[in-house]
């Protein structure tokens, strides 16, 4: 069924419709907390907290074609309370917790890992666009609009936290 017809019924009070619109972007809402946090079970709470409160305030959704990116906010606001309540930004990445990434062919262990302690070392707004992006397949137009910023701004900074890591990365070999 067609996303509008679904937010539109969601807005009415359609429980169904509502599940139905989860349903279809769960999966991305998890990957980009996931990303965001960097722990399972605290991406799990952040998109289960957006989702009650995107269901309990779909009424105040103004356009039904912006539901997804209003969801994404809603997520990116979820994570940016965990990261206040418990984020340290100096913990290490281990085998245990840098799992999320899968390692691409042809990296060794020792480069992955390296790639990820520099991504987990980005500021928390870069490391979410470069995720975003680079992770998920969004334009930066798509994550302009998500996090509620200039899509120059969210380009010039994706484009600066790659610089970043490609500096910090060369460094290493």
Same mark, same amino acid.
Request: glycine fraction near 6%; hydrophobic fraction near 35%.
């Given at each position: 069924?067609?996303e509008?017809?679904l937010v539109?019924r ?12 989860y349903g279809k972007? =769960?999966?991305?809402l998890?990957?980009?907390?996931? =990303?965001?946090?960097?722990d399972?079970e ?14 309990e ?7 039904e074609?912006?539901?997804?990116s ?6 990116a /606001?979820?994570?940016?309370q965990?990261m206040?309540?418990? =984020? ?5 990445l281990? #085998?245990d917790?840098?799992g999320?990434? #899968?390692?691409?062919?042809?990296d060794t ?18 490391r979410m666009?470069?995720?975003m992006?680079?992770?998920l397949?969004?334009?930066?137009r ?9 899509e /120059? ?5 994706q484009?600066?936290a790659?610089e ?5 990365l060369?460094?290493?070999?």
């Open positions: 069924m067609e509008r017809l539109k969601a807005k009415r009070g359609d429980v169904d419709a509502f599940a139905e619109l972007i =769960y999966k991305k998890y990957q980009f907390a996931l =990303y965001t946090l960097k399972p605290d991406a799990k709470d952040a998109v289960s907290a957006a989702v009650t409160d995107a269901f305030s779909i009424g105040k959704l103004r356009k074609e912006a539901f997804s209003w969801m994404y906010r809603i997520v /606001n979820k994570c940016n965990k206040r309540e418990y =984020y340290v930004q100096t913990e290490e281990t #085998e917790n840098a999320i990434f #899968e390692e691409p062919e042809g262990r020792e480069e992955s890992m390296e790639v990820r302690r520099v991504f987990f070392g980005l500021p928390k707004e870069d666009i470069v995720g992006h680079v992770f397949g969004y334009k930066l798509e994550i302009a609009q998500v996090l509620g910023m200039n /120059n701004t969210v380009r010039s900074r484009k600066r790659m970043q890591m490609g500096k910090q060369e460094g290493l070999r």
